[in-house]
């Protein structure tokens, strides 16, 4: 494991020991936590947006697409806990 120093304000330091203390964690692990966290959330939002960009093209090149209260009605009724009929693509306009 490498070490890195991190220089942060005062008063962020003391209210990321509060924070820590609180957790029951000590400032190191809380910090490393935090890190963690930021760095996937990073991560994840990138893949979304490689996903969503994929997506795009392929629909570009496909011509087909689909309409979005056919796709707002399927999420709903998902989250619903219903298993509904995917939405068919259709040629986009």
């Not at 936590?33 to 093209?57: G, K």
């Not at 209260?69 to 806990?81: L, P, S």
Request: no cysteine; proline share 5%; charged share 25%.
């Amino acid at each position: 494991m490498s070490t890195t120093s991190l220089k942060i304000p005062e008063e962020l330091k003391q209210r990321t020991v509060d924070a820590a203390q609180r957790q029951g964690l000590s400032p190191y692990a809380f910090m490393v936590n935090a890190i963690e966290q930021t760095v996937l959330a990073t991560e994840q939002r990138a893949s979304f947006i490689a996903e969503a960009l994929a997506a795009e093209q392929e629909m570009l090149e496909s011509g087909l697409g689909y309409a979005a209260e056919d796709v707002h009605r399927y999420i709903k009724a998902r989250v619903a806990g219903k298993n509904p009929e995917r939405p068919e693509a259709i040629p986009s306009a």
